[in-house]
């Protein structure tokens, strides 16, 4: 089944950390690139943090330095490492998959609630 599905979040006190993770199932999963949103309750879903096939990371300006992204290929996860984490930060976190050579290929999981409590 064709699938990607998130996990980690949770309810965590102002400067406290979580760790996201993104599991992938039916693709080959090398060949996409991997996208963190979120949607913060009445707001657009944004783009946090994304890394490329070849590994390259790229973090929205309000978590860079405190949010780190990585791949592990042979596992078909990413994994999101959020530090310092703020009550802005507070949303679904939602994990995207899209194909590097065929972008229309989007595979959207179901999201997994953060919680920062200040």
């Known amino acids: 089944q064709v699938q990607v599905v998130e996990s980690g979040g949770g309810l965590v006190q102002s400067g406290g950390s979580l760790r996201l993770s993104c599991a992938a199932s039916?693709?080959?999963?090398?060949?996409?690139?991997i996208t963190w949103y979120r949607q913060a309750a009445g707001k657009q879903r944004v783009s946090v943090a994304n890394v490329t096939t070849g590994g390259i990371a790229g973090y929205a300006d309000f978590v860079k330095g405190r949010f780190t992204i990585t791949r592990d290929n042979a596992k078909k996860t990413v994994a999101l490492q959020m530090n310092s984490l703020e009550p802005e930060d507070t949303a679904v976190y939602y994990c995207?998959?899209?194909?590097?050579?065929?972008?229309?290929?989007?595979?959207w999981g179901k999201g997994t609630l953060v919680t920062v409590s200040s």
């Open positions: 039916g693709i080959v999963f090398s060949t996409y690139t």
């Open positions: 995207n998959a899209r194909h590097a050579s065929y972008p229309s290929i989007s595979i």
